[in-house]
């Protein structure tokens, strides 16, 4: 089982990977933990994408699909895996494609977990981060027992930059200019299926649950 996550930012589609992956026993892929991994322990590749990084440089997409496919030939991706946070534009998706047409292979699923702007943009500036332990919280579903000061550490929790509004929006559009048409090319291929991300976590969960059968 092959699956791909689609959804915008803080629509909930790394959560749904882990469930995901817990349930089937399959691997969950990020491409930030590919990176680090390769990096970590000096691979090729991984010396290939820090001479990228480290120049403040976006790794080009023929050096993340061959990462990604390094990363899916791996013997515990034999049942499957979830993809999430890649492809992130119809040139990496065609990429990826070619190179697993190349090993007999193709991808099963692909989910796109649907949240309109303005909810994610509520749910992602309620969000608080304690300064000290890096623990979260959120000021309307997850909130503090004291206002303002972390239940574990009882240290200041603030608003991050990434969670502050105007840095969401601007997030949501990159996500809709290269990342949104992903959704009419897994259409065209026959395997997008769409959840509702508004509902409850568990919820989303049992809906996808059910596109890939128990």
Do not use: W
């Not at 990977?17 to 933990?33: C, E, F, L, M």
């Amino acid at each position: 089982m092959k699956i791909i996550m689609l959804g915008a930012p803080g629509a909930g589609k790394g959560t749904q990977a882990k469930k995901i992956a817990a349930k089937y026993d399959i691997p969950h892929i990020s491409t930030g933990d590919i990176f680090r991994a390769n990096i970590k322990n000096g691979t090729e590749l991984g010396q290939k994408a820090k001479t990228f990084m480290d120049q403040g440089l976006l790794v080009p997409d023929e050096l993340v699909v061959d990462l990604v496919v390094d990363r899916v030939n791996q013997d515990d991706c034999t049942k499957g895996y979830v993809l999430d946070g890649f492809p992130r534009t119809i040139p990496q998706a065609e990429a990826l494609d070619k190179a697993l047409s190349g090993l007999g292979q193709k991808m099963d699923y692909a989910i796109n977990v649907e949240v309109p702007d303005e909810n994610i943009i509520r749910r992602m500036s309620g969000r608080r981060a304690c300064v000290d332990c890096g623990a979260t919280y959120h000021l309307e579903y997850a909130p503090t027992k004291e206002e303002g000061i972390c239940d574990v550490c009882k240290g200041k929790l603030i608003l991050r930059d990434d969670d502050k509004p105007e840095t969401v929006k601007k997030r949501l559009g990159v996500y809709h200019e290269q990342t949104q048409p992903l959704i009419e090319y897994y259409t065209n291929a026959g395997i997008l299926r769409e959840v509702d991300g508004t509902i409850d976590i568990d919820d989303v969960f049992a809906e996808i649950v059910k596109i890939l059968g128990e």
